[in-house]
Nanobody, 115 residues
Framework: QVQLAESGGGLVQAGGSLRLSCTVS????????WEWYRQAPGHQRELVAR???????SYSDSVKGRFTISMDNAKNRIYLQMSSLKPEDTAVYYC?????????WGQGTQITVSS
């Protein structure tokens, strides 16, 4: 069973930075894309960033210019570098991968941004 493990969450002051990591338990060459989602209390889960298997990134408008998604060369780990954090970035952040009809979610990691 493929597993995703996120790390790097925590508490940070507004304006600060954090880096999240997501590691997949095995190298899967057929992954179409990796994504980061987040879900704040009382809100739906929303897509934050995506990176394709070829390394092309895309971002939601709410984080564009502040967050950077990247992939390591082994293609079994992605990162989300978050800068200029705002209190509204507070949420549980989830890693997600998909290929074909398969999809897997990480367990989530809490990010809390204090004002």
């Amino acid at each position: 069973q493929v597993q995703l493990a996120e790390s790097g969450g925590g508490l940070v002051q507004a304006g600060g930075s954090l880096r999240l990591s997501c590691t997949v338990s095995e190298i899967i060459f057929s992954i179409d894309y990796w994504e980061w989602y987040r879900q704040a209390p009382g809100h739906q889960r929303e897509l934050v960033a995506r990176i394709t298997s070829s390394g092309r990134p895309s971002y939601s408008d709410s984080v564009k210019g502040r967050f950077t998604i990247s992939m390591d060369n082994a293609k079994n780990r992605i990162y989300l570098q978050m800068s200029s954090l705002k209190p509204e970035d507070t949420a549980v952040y989830y890693c997600y991968i998909a290929w074909g009809r398969k999809e897997f979610w990480g367990q989530g990691t809490q990010i809390t941004v204090s004002s």
